[in-house]
């Protein structure tokens, strides 16, 4: 991997085991003499944190889609300020559990809010910083939704409809097409050690 690519994402929708490879990829980094920071979104920090427990309570109030997308990028200033861009500057790797390109799937592809007021956000919050590899956890929606209801409690987010989840997933393929570069997208209905090898294969940039 090359020095410039230190800020990894993992993307996906529900079920398609995000967590589960966010760990390999900390340990392939590990295993390489690195110290890599994982965090995840949203949250990452304690303020970031409580927003997050905030906007996943499936027995609060749902906030209007826009509130959700302003507390999703307040989340992330707090999360960039104190965890992301500190650990970057240092040298060390960023491992994160989503990031901006999910907010673009749900809150645009599912929520129908404006790509255009996202990247605004985007611009405003982010300035210039972009993950330089993420890599989309793919799978049908059938059958990311039965492995992700196969779990504990479900969230906000988890409960949504199939059509939600169709429509996020479009919007992460979309993506992927249009940035080939910083994308690799790895079939996430495999075997779980094949689809590891294939994540950490990208993450590493041997693929």
């Known amino acids: 991997m090359s020095r410039g690519n230190r800020?990894?994402?993992?993307?996906?929708?529900?079920?398609v085991g995000k967590s589960t490879h966010v760990d390999a990829v900390v340990t392939a980094l590990q295993e390489r003499g690195q110290s890599p920071v994982r965090t995840r979104e949203p949250g990452g920090s304690?303020?970031?944190?409580?927003?997050?427990?905030?906007?996943?309570?499936p027995d609060g109030d749902a906030p209007l889609?826009?509130?959700?997308?302003?507390?999703?990028?307040?989340?992330?200033?707090?999360?960039l300020a104190r965890v992301i861009q500190p650990a970057l500057d240092s040298g060390r790797y960023v491992v994160c559990d989503r990031f901006t390109d999910a907010t673009y799937a749900y809150q645009g592809g599912g929520r129908g809010l404006s790509c255009e007021r996202i990247r605004e956000l985007e611009a405003w919050v982010q300035g210039e910083l972009r993950p330089d590899r993420t890599i989309l956890l793919d799978a049908p929606v059938p059958v990311a939704l039965e492995r992700a209801r196969g779990?504990?409690?479900?969230?906000?987010?988890?409960?949504?409809t199939a059509v939600f989840f169709e429509r996020a997933r479009a919007v992460y393929l979309e993506r992927a097409r249009a940035e080939p570069g910083r994308f690799r997208v790895v079939d996430a209905s495999g075997p779980v050690e094949q689809?590891?090898?294939q994540?950490?294969?990208a993450a590493m940039g041997d693929t």
């Open 7 to 15: 800020f990894i994402t993992l993307e996906g929708i529900e079920g």
């Open 46 to 57: 304690p303020v970031a944190d409580r927003i997050r427990s905030l906007l996943l309570d």
């Open 65 to 79: 889609a826009e509130t959700e997308l302003l507390l999703l990028f307040a989340a992330r200033s707090e999360h």
């Open 151 to 160: 779990r504990s409690a479900a969230d906000r987010f988890e409960r949504e």
């Open 195 to 197: 689809v590891r090898e």
């Open 199 to 201: 994540v950490v294969a």
